[in-house]
């Protein structure tokens, strides 16, 4: 704090922590608004600041990080607004379209480029969504709201079904960088840009995961003919990108096991 001036640290406001542990500050620094993050768990800092200098070199719409205390446990970046997709699909504007387009554009770049060169080992916790994640997800399912709610079912075709599942998942094809929270709170729209926010969660896994998570999304509320325009957009941009052509009845059934976890 000695290399600012007292007015400047009086600028200092503390910002919605959206259900995180990280604790987040708005800053005025010349004139120039900076995003300051204190987060106690430095593993997931370092997960997020390989993240970042990896998809920033690949040229990923993500944050840029400006500095890193010698801590980990705090860190500074470019000020990306308070405008979410979340708000332009709430308020159904006529650039909600377009948003979601360049929100899938992101999404694609972040999979398939941003997996290019990837050290997975980097990832914080889990680095795939293997078997023991996928059980782990639908253990949760299990026992907050099955059992809570005292809903009758067989267990042992549950846990078959629940086998299955992970089989098939971890057997898919285009296994790639895989967001894994991939939802309309952390896309940042800024200078007509789709920017991407909170990925340190990130890890190897099937691209249809990050599809669903975005288009399903209970808050955002998709209608059926929005759900697949973008489905088609997205199969349609990945094809392209991959250069390619995606065996679409296998996708689909992918996109449809990705649903069901």
Excluded at 9 to 37: D, P
Excluded at 75 to 86: F, I, K, P, W
Excluded at 137 to 161: A, G, Q, W
Aim: aromatic share 16%; proline share 2%.
């Amino acid at each position: 704090t000695e290399n600012f001036a007292h007015a400047q640290l009086e600028t200092l406001v503390q910002l919605s922590a959206s259900g995180s542990n990280r604790n987040y500050f708005r800053f005025m620094e010349q004139e120039k608004s900076i995003i300051v993050t204190y987060n106690e768990n430095v593993a997931e800092n370092e997960a997020f600041f390989y993240m970042t200098a990896h998809f920033s070199a690949k040229k990923i719409p993500v944050p840029t990080l400006y500095c890193i205390d010698k801590s980990r446990k705090i860190y500074a970046q470019n000020d990306l607004g308070s405008t979410e997709l979340l708000k332009f699909q709430l308020a159904k504007t006529v650039q909600t379209k377009t948003y979601y387009q360049k929100t899938l554009d992101a999404l694609i770049a972040i999979q398939i480029d941003g997996n290019e060169g990837f050290d997975y080992s980097k990832c914080y916790d889990f680095d795939r969504f293997d078997a023991n994640v996928i059980l782990h997800d639908l253990y949760y399912f299990k026992n907050y709201f099955l059992d809570l709610l005292d809903i009758h079912y067989s267990k042992k075709n549950l846990l078959e079904e629940f086998n299955q599942l992970s089989q098939k998942l971890v057997a898919m094809p285009l296994q790639k960088f895989m967001f894994r929270d991939f939802q309309a709170r952390n896309v940042m729209i800024f200078d007509q840009k789709a920017y991407l926010i909170d990925y340190q969660g990130g890890m190897k896994g099937p691209v249809q995961y990050d599809l669903v998570s975005l288009l399903w999304q209970a808050k955002a509320n998709l209608n059926d003919s929005e759900k697949q325009e973008y489905y088609n957009y997205y199969l349609q941009h990945l094809q392209q990108k991959l250069n390619i052509d995606i065996d679409l009845n296998s996708f689909e059934e992918g996109y449809h096991l990705c649903l069901i976890i």
